[in-house]
């Protein structure tokens, strides 16, 4: 399961967007939490902080646990559930949290590991990731870090559904069984050089029996 951590806020009181510029030179992002059976209000966190923490996440989408000052409930679980940066220089602009409970169901994007050498790769194949996440539903308590599968019996030809995906007690998904996940393929240089070398020995058998007609050409001729 995908470890919970904690997150320092204080509850916004400014808002709009000269004071939210204002925050973010002062090393503050502003954010909103809402959700569960609470109203939605603003809230503000240190944006090195908050930066350190995502990077140490597998998803974007991740439990927290909000310690949030001059709130009525100081401490309040959450899911991140948008971060919006600025695409030029990837500075935070905004998070958006949703408070969730332990007991409801809660959805999130999850990524998927291969593990293991595939014995089609071994066999000279190559494999492909069709699909890098997934969108699981869960209590917030089984939330996945991530999603792992061994491939290492993969052959070449073989694919991985998600219906055959290792999903963990309690997590489920409603993407069909049917799409693909991985697949392992015979790559082109290979097709290449299987045909190359079967078009050798035909090529090598054409020469001999020609060969061999032209020999009996010159027998028939002195004849």
Excluded at 33 to 42: D, K, L, N, P
Excluded at 140 to 146: A, G, Q, S
């Amino acid at each position: 399961m995908a470890k919970q951590e904690t997150l320092q806020a204080e509850k916004r009181e400014v808002k709009g967007t000269t004071a939210s510029k204002r925050l973010r030179r002062e090393g503050t992002v502003p954010a909103v939490i809402y959700g569960s059976s609470q109203r939605e209000y603003m809230i503000q966190l240190n944006s090195k902080e908050f930066g350190d923490l995502a990077r140490r996440q597998s998803s974007q989408n991740f439990i927290v646990t909000l310690e949030i000052e001059g709130a009525q409930e100081k401490s309040k679980m959450a899911i991140v559930q948008d971060v919006q940066k600025d695409p030029l220089t990837g500075n935070l602009i905004h998070v958006d949290f949703r408070a969730v409970s332990e007991n409801e169901t809660i959805h999130a994007v999850v990524p998927i590991e291969l593990t293991g050498e595939p014995a089609g790769v071994k066999g000279g194949g190559l494999m492909e990731q069709l699909l890098r996440d997934i969108e699981v539903h869960c209590r917030p308590t089984d939330l996945p870090e991530f999603i792992t599968n061994d491939v290492s019996s993969l052959d070449i030809g073989d694919s991985l559904k998600v219906s055959e995906l290792n999903l963990p007690d309690g997590v489920t998904t409603k993407m069909e069984g049917e799409v693909l996940v991985a697949l392992v393929a015979q790559t082109r240089a290979a097709v290449s050089a299987g045909g190359q070398g079967e078009g050798g020995e035909d090529g090598a058998a054409a020469e001999g029996e020609a060969s061999a007609e032209g020999e009996g050409g010159e027998e028939a001729a002195s004849e």
